[in-house]
């Protein structure tokens, strides 16, 4: 999809469908500024059409109107609710609406009037990133593996503003143009069944991502995870025909060595069937998402690349595959971790925790001041905060507060969860110097962030989010189809922007 800005009026517009924001005063549309517009035969047209749908402008409510003398075929009125209370998300559901809508009448072309400037509480810039992230979202393609004529979408959607808004208008556009590449980027990989995305094709699509958003890629194979230590990632992947490997991106700050250097880790198994530790039959499916903090860091690679952030930013993905079979990992069997600690393996089921333990302890090797990790790493997770926020934990509160501002913004909303010293001597082993285990079912999101916590070291600023009941959706929402949401790769990059910014 295009975003475009021109300065023709909404009457004029030549286009398949015009949308235009209207705001509720006194629990009424605001017909006003539209009024204006119309000459009297349009305005009597939209008169009556608003009074027949009883339609008030509450928010996230459309209706589609004809109106004579405006050029475009059909004009989508869009409830914005009041003008004080519209928010970020009120912007980007409203555009994602839009879009549908133009979907569903087999629209090409979609124009939308900007709201007159500083009615909403935010500048040009913010109005069109929103909205343009709202139009993409929305319609994102899904069932690309669906054979037969694909279905046309939306090409264009332009900005209808006057002259004097164009140049922040554009720059919005821009930034949600490379929002939108890395959420999709997110997306495509967890929607891929597992058959499809294995570590060694989550590899390959990784590294011709890398050479299209000019980051530098290294993948290790297992002889070099051998050569590396890494019990964990090897451990875990032992047990499938699909070996596991570490993807490593590099992305060089415009600025050179000076500027701050931050990691980015994401498990990535491309499917956890629970290994020798078997999980129930019903809703196995899912747990081909087990790799979207995998995909979710990616994404902010992308976002990152394409906004040249001034960032030396390091990804680095563990990707391995976890079954069960002949010469898989057992519960009893104790591995020797890349940073030299050994871990009792209680539950084949708790893999993440080994892979990033590798990971994380790889990531630090290069001395960054921070690091990030995302992971689907725990059903107890889903319990505590179920789908619309991740859990969040850390040893900093700096990184703590970029990561729940950018939440805020981004819409992809994250919750601190208080990980403290405790919950480290809770995944202390008896035979070994750790289990991949806590107490019982108690605080299971916690217990298993305090075992990544023994693989960084304490002088580096680390955030963990735990996404496992926020990659993926049932249902479609204003801004995601049903299936990946692409969650993490937006709010990652735009922390990443706070703390380098
Ligand atoms: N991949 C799962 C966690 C998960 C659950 C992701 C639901 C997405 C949706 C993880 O590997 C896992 O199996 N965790 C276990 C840990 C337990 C054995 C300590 C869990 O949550 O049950
Ligand atoms: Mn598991
Ligand atoms: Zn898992």
């Not at 039959?281 to 976002?303: H, N, P, R, Y």
């Not at 990033?356 to 790493?377: C, F, M, Q, V």
């Not at 001597?425 to 305090?450: H, I, P, Q, Y």
Request: proline share 4%; charged share 20%.
């Amino acid at each position: 999809m295009q975003y475009r800005v021109a300065t023709a009026g909404f009457a004029a517009a030549a286009t398949d469908l015009v949308l235009y924001p209207v705001f509720r005063k006194k629990d009424a549309a605001d017909l006003g500024p539209l009024s204006r517009d119309l000459d009297t035969a349009g305005k009597r047209a939209l008169k009556s059409a608003v009074t027949a749908a009883g339609f008030t402008a509450v928010a996230e409510k459309t209706l589609a109107v004809h109106l004579p003398g405006v050029k475009a075929g059909l004009v989508l009125l869009v409830g914005m609710g009041k003008a004080k209370e519209v928010g970020l998300q009120t912007i980007r559901n409203c555009a994602g609406l839009a879009a549908r809508a133009a979907v569903g009448m087999k629209t090409a072309k979609l124009a939308a009037v900007v709201p007159a400037a500083k009615l909403i509480n935010f500048d040009d810039h913010t109005f069109a990133r929103c909205f343009a992230e709202g139009c993409g979202l929305a319609t994102s393609p899904v069932g690309t593996l669906k054979t037969g004529k694909k279905k046309p979408g939306l090409r264009t959607v332009t900005l209808l503003a006057d002259g004097s808004r164009t140049r922040a208008l554009r720059a919005g556009c821009a930034e949600a143009d490379a929002n939108l590449a890395g959420c999709f980027f997110t997306r495509e990989l967890v929607n891929l069944p597992p058959n499809i995305l294995t570590p060694a094709d989550m590899a390959a699509r990784a590294r011709r991502m890398a050479r299209r958003e000019g980051l530098r890629c290294k993948v290790l194979l297992p002889a070099e995870l051998k050569k590396l230590n890494m019990g964990g990632l090897l451990g875990v992947g032992q047990g499938s025909t699909n070996p596991p490997r570490l993807i490593v991106l590099e992305h060089k700050a415009p600025s050179g060595a000076k500027a701050p250097k931050i990691a980015l880790v994401g498990k990535g198994i491309t499917f956890d069937t629970g290994g020798i530790s078997l999980k129930p039959g019903t809703g196995m499916e899912l747990m081909k998402t087990d790799m979207g903090g995998a995909a979710a860091v990616l994404g902010a690679a992308v976002i990152v690349a394409r906004r040249k952030l001034d960032v030396n930013l390091t990804v680095v993905v563990p990707t391995a595959e976890n079954m069960p079979d002949g010469n898989a990992v057992r519960p009893a069997d104790v591995i020797t971790m890349a940073n030299g600690k050994t871990v009792e393996i209680l539950n084949t089921d708790a893999e993440g925790r080994l892979i990033l333990g590798d990971a994380l302890w790889y990531a630090g090797r290069g001395k960054p001041s921070t690091i990030i990790d995302a992971a689907t790493l725990t059903g107890a997770c889903v319990v505590a905060l179920g789908s619309h926020f991740a859990g969040l934990m850390g040893n900093s509160g700096e990184v703590i507060d970029a990561l729940r501002q950018a939440g805020g913004e981004t819409f992809e909303r994250v919750w601190h969860l208080p990980l403290v010293d405790e919950h480290r001597d809770e995944v202390k082993g008896t035979w070994s110097d750790l289990k991949n285990l806590g107490k019982g079912r108690e605080a299971g999101a916690l217990t298993a962030g305090a075992f990544l916590q023994h693989f960084v070291d304490d002088e580096t600023a680390w955030a963990h989010l735990d996404i496992a009941g926020t990659a993926w959706s049932d249902g479609a929402t204003p801004t995601c189809p049903k299936g990946a949401t692409g969650f993490g790769a937006r709010l990652i990059a735009r922390a990443v922007e706070l703390l380098v910014g």
